[in-house]
């Protein structure tokens, strides 16, 4: 089972950047299929990117991006501090929602839609707030 937190989130104008981090300590050898999902007041988690490592299963190829974030925000890998991170340019205001990390060996995209299965696990997530 992997452990996750995130961290980074916080407040911006309309336009700027932010730089998420998710990090990752238990069973973290095996392959992966790393995401980020954010869900906005009154709306449902939406899977925005998708990496995968050592192997993790995903039907598309890696990366993936939702169709809101392509071009505007980049999942990578940083080897050396063990972490996945989200850089989020050109911010905008409907970008408002609180970010989640999310792992399991295999992550789904069907329809543009991206999904765990239930054994996924999850970061306790961050908040980012974007002003117009």
């Known amino acids: 089972h992997v452990q996750l937190a995130e961290s980074g989130g916080g407040s911006v104008q309309a336009g700027g950047s932010l730089t998420l981090s998710c990090s990752a300590s238990?069973?973290?050898?095996?392959?992966?299929?790393m995401a980020w999902f954010r869900q906005a007041p009154g709306k449902g988690r939406e899977g925005i990117a998708a990496?995968?490592?050592?192997?993790?299963?995903?039907?598309?190829?890696?990366?993936w991006y939702a169709d809101s974030v392509k071009g505007r925000f980049f999942i990578s890998r940083d080897n050396a501090k063990n972490t996945v991170d989200l850089q989020m340019n050109n911010l905008k205001p409907e970008d408002t929602a609180m970010y989640y990390c999310?792992?399991?060996?295999?992550?789904?995209?069907?329809?543009?839609?991206?999904?765990?299965?239930?054994?996924?696990?999850w970061g306790q997530g961050t908040q980012v707030t974007v002003s117009s």
């Open positions: 990496k995968s490592i050592n192997g993790g299963r995903m039907i598309v190829a890696s990366p």
């Open positions: 999310g792992a399991d060996r295999e992550c789904t995209i069907l329809n543009g839609i991206l999904a765990y299965g239930s054994t996924a696990s």
């Open positions: 238990g069973n973290t050898r095996g392959p992966h299929c």
